[in-house]
């Protein structure tokens, strides 16, 4: 995770400190842990097949089953990307959601800009449904984002 913290895109975007040390990594694990049990979700470390080493996380949050609707994220730290870690983990988190019984919509928010994101969205079956215009605050600016998504298959 210390290697994910030196994106200075992810603490922008979630609770992982930039530039985290390894207490303050060891303590985002911590509360990542909890996340089911405090009822907002799930989160998942992302770690290569072959050395289990962990390259990143992601999660699937539950503030709107109530609604049928969770919200997907995933980051990979930056030596790692390229290797197709987030499409896969992706579509492994997708294939869990629908093990939720309430759940019918899987939803991700990318910034237009985040091509990679994009392509790893559609890699992974996600559809684009449209842009979201001044939609999320991220790093004190509002930013349109991208929704994509996916629907429990029938």
């Known amino acids: 995770m210390q290697d994910l913290a030196t994106d200075p895109y992810v603490p922008l975007i979630g609770s992982l400190p930039a530039q985290a040390t390894e207490p303050q990594a060891r303590d985002w694990i911590q509360r990542n842990l909890g996340r089911w049990s405090e009822g907002s979700g799930f989160s998942f470390a992302i770690a290569e097949v072959t050395t289990d080493r962990a390259v990143g996380s992601a999660g699937l949050w539950l503030a709107e089953l109530p609604h049928g609707r969770a919200t997907a994220g995933y980051s990979v730290a930056p030596r790692h990307r390229g290797h197709g870690y ?8 997708t ?15 990318i910034e237009q800009e985040n091509i990679p994101s994009i392509r790893t969205a559609e890699r992974a079956g996600y559809v684009f449904e449209g842009r979201l215009c ?9 930013r349109d984002m991208l929704l994509h998504a996916a629907i429990r298959p029938t």
């Open 86 to 93: 987030a499409a896969d983990a992706l579509t492994a988190l």
């Open 95 to 109: 294939a869990f959601a629908w093990t939720l019984p309430a759940l019918h919509r899987v939803e991700l928010y």
């Open 134 to 142: 001044s939609h999320q605050e991220i790093g004190g600016r509002r």
